[in-house]
């Protein structure tokens, strides 16, 4: 199980060799965004240039090997997950989505995407009933358990069996950067009891610092994942700002990277 830096069209992406259909994260790289937003800004709302953004957009979706068009999240740090059909596709710039932090679909060519900047991306494949699932884990997503709900939105929806669904966790904060006042281990330790300890550390300064994708590795685990199908980046957005978009880093003067998934056309 590995990330690996692959470049399509002039586009350098991230994918999980343990997910076996058309998936992406992105870096900061690849676009034409200027200013904060070089390059490869996809957040339609972050004060980019919205001919750039467009132009991001066409990269991206020539990358991944898809017409223009995407279903999307409007994110809520909540734990709604949408089941999305062809009638949810929108381009850049389209109309409101619903709120949600999560989408699945077994539609064909449809690509889901999601937007974090040191959040936790996290992708869904049931190679079994060849559907997809997407969501976006900031600390009160991980500890509300939208991973979780994400998985069983899939078994409701399409039948999948939680054994058959393999997941990669993408590149977002770190337990090196992520420093938390006490009720980001609070919710954990209330989540997972005794087994979040594991996932939880005191800094430096003495404040603690918490591994949100080791907790959304768990949860995975929990909601029925085999550990061996569980694929986590062990790349940090903040340490590695260059690359990836960090909200900390840049104190919220930033572009968004996004991740993206969809089951393979026919
Ligand atoms: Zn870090």
């Not at 200027?34 to 979706?61: C, F, H, P, Q």
């Not at 039948?159 to 393999?166: A, F, L, N």
Request: charged share 25%; net charge neutral; glycine share 14%.
């Amino acid at each position: 199980m590995s990330f690996i830096l692959k470049e399509s069209c002039g586009v350098p992406l991230m994918v999980s060799d343990t997910i076996g259909t058309a998936h992406a994260f992105t870096t900061r790289w690849g676009g034409v965004s200027g200013g904060i937003w070089e390059s490869l800004n996809l957040g339609e709302n972050r004060g980019d240039v919205k001919a750039d953004v467009e132009e991001n957009y066409r990269r991206l979706s020539a990358a991944i090997g898809t017409r223009l068009g995407f279903a999307f999240t409007r994110q809520v740090h909540r734990t709604a997950v949408r089941r999305v059909y062809e009638s949810d596709r929108r381009e850049p710039y389209g109309p409101t989505p619903p709120e949600c932090d999560g989408l699945i679909t077994d539609v064909p060519g449809l690509p889901i995407i999601i937007f974090t900047a040191d959040c936790i991306p996290i992708l869904l494949y049931d190679r079994v009933k060849n559907a997809v699932g997407a969501c976006h884990a900031g600390w009160r997503g991980t500890v509300a358990d939208i991973a979780g709900e994400t998985v069983r939105r899939m078994a409701e929806e399409f039948g999948s069996r939680p054994q058959d669904i393999c997941a990669a966790i993408g590149p977002g904060i770190g337990a090196c950067c992520f420093e938390t006042g006490p009720e980001v281990p609070e919710a954990v330790r209330s989540l997972l009891g005794g087994e979040g300890d594991a996932f939880i550390s005191q800094g430096r300064g003495g404040r603690e610092h918490v591994d949100l994708k080791g907790v959304n590795r768990q949860l995975l685990i929990r909601a029925g994942l085999s550990p061996k199908g569980i694929d986590v980046s062990g790349e940090c957005t903040m340490c590695l700002h260059d690359k990836y978009w960090s909200h900390r880093y840049t104190d919220g003067a930033r572009g968004s990277q996004a991740s993206i998934i969809m089951v393979k056309g026919c």
